[in-house]
């Protein structure tokens, strides 16, 4: 927290609401800084996902191969397991604004490069896997300290908020994106789409770029690296309802969100949709999960996201059982929608809750742990499920991760009694608003 009072007024002052009230839904609009933020992400992040669906479409066209597909998501995402450790203590010990700058950079430069590549002719598998990697290895420090960095565009009151229109807006590119990229590769191929989501990057860093971020919140300055990165591990472990957290989602990423990289598989020759039907599927889940933030972002306390959390990850599981072993296309498409909505309740809850219990010295490593357990932990699924899917089939597959996801979420529910006080004294700790978030029902509220 910061160190004394001058720089609390600095740092307030840097983030003065901007014109009248605005409606609860809405409030992190207040902030200049996060308009800025919300308006370049969402351009760009139309385009990755625009680049996502492509991607997976080109690999898929080349190989069919489903083992392939779930190698390409491996190597996409194991660098976020390997190096988000060091990426938080990056994000906890430097400049978040310039850090994310960076990574944003390193993006584009990805995308150009795979857009050359496939318009000229010259693509193969190998040269996407390496692309991928280097994807991976720029997202493991893009996003700790990306979520770190939050904090540093609103208040603490309107920090869940912002969490929450965060996820919005990945979640309305991810409808957007998916649409566009399911037409234009249908119509002009994959090369355009990697190259829109190229030029798309431009917006966010121009937005980040133009941000004032004044004052600076507490970071960690002592120790070395290794010794930081322990520290934020054993702070995890030894921290009931952040451990418990993490755990179910590193549980449901290596189980239950794989179908996503099968997905090619279910919309060509399950659904018989080809690459449209792809899109509309992936748009379909876009669409729950956008309405699943919108929800989280109406809320004003911190009081039973544990419980969301425990509700969200079982309907989860149970929606994955049922698209499993649909064979029409529409009802598939229908199915998505509140297996979206749940997924992205399940994430953004675990995301609050993980901020509001976490010191600013150590947010960065916190994020990064959730990083870890959300993107790093999914490639050894897409391995596994590519694998797998091979074997048994691809419904057998994501059936089997449901119902996983279905048990995982019991087990989190039956704990949430234990984990309610400690996870109560944490939040009113970082002077956050909020009260009992693990599954109370009325709850005092932290004073800042």
Known sequence: MPENDAQVTKIAASKRRIGPPLPAMFRSFAFRNFRLFFGGQIISLTGT??????????????????????????????????????????????????????????????????????????????????????????????????????????????????????????????????????????????????????????????????????????????????????????????????????????????????????????????????????????????IGALAGALVLAARTRLEGLGRWVAISAAAFGVTLVVFAFSRWFWFSFVVLVPAGFAMMLEMACTNTLLQAMSPDRLRGRVMALYSMMFMGLAPFGSLFAGGVADTIGVAWTVAIGGIVCLASAAWFAKRIPKLRPEARQLIIAQQLVGGEPVGATAAPRATP
């Open 49 to 286: 996902w625009m680049q996502t669906i492509a991607q997976a479409w080109l690999v898929y066209r080349m190989t069919g191969s489903s083992l392939l597909l779930g190698a390409v998501g491996f190597a996409g995402q194991i660098p976020v397991f390997l190096l988000s450790p060091v990426g938080g203590i990056v994000a906890d010990r430097g400049n978040r604004q310039k850090i994310v700058i960076a990574t944003q950079a390193s993006m584009m430069v990805e995308a150009f490069l795979l857009a050359w590549l496939t318009l000229s002719g010259r693509i193969r598998v190998w040269e996407i896997v390496a692309l991928a990697t280097a994807l991976g290895i720029s997202n493991a420090f893009d996003i700790p300290a990306r979520q770190a960095f939050l904090i540093e565009m609103v208040d603490r009151e309107t920090l869940m908020n912002a969490i929450a229109l965060n996820s919005s807006m990945f979640n309305a590119a991810r409808v957007v994106g998916p649409a566009v990229a399911g037409i234009l590769v249908a119509a002009i191929g994959e090369g355009w789409c990697f190259f829109a989501n190229a030029v798309s990057y431009i917006a966010v860093i121009a937005g980040l770029m133009m941000m004032r971020i004044e004052g600076r919140f507490e970071r960690q300055e002592r120790g070395s690296a290794l010794e930081n990165v322990i520290e934020g591990f054993r702070f995890a472990k030894r921290t009931a309802p952040i451990w418990a957290l993490l755990l179910l989602v590193g549980v449901v990423s290596l189980v239950a969100m794989p179908y996503t990289v099968l997905m090619p598989i279910f919309a060509d020759r399950v659904l018989h949709g080809g690459a449209r039907g792809l899109g509309l599927l992936m748009g379909a889940t876009g």
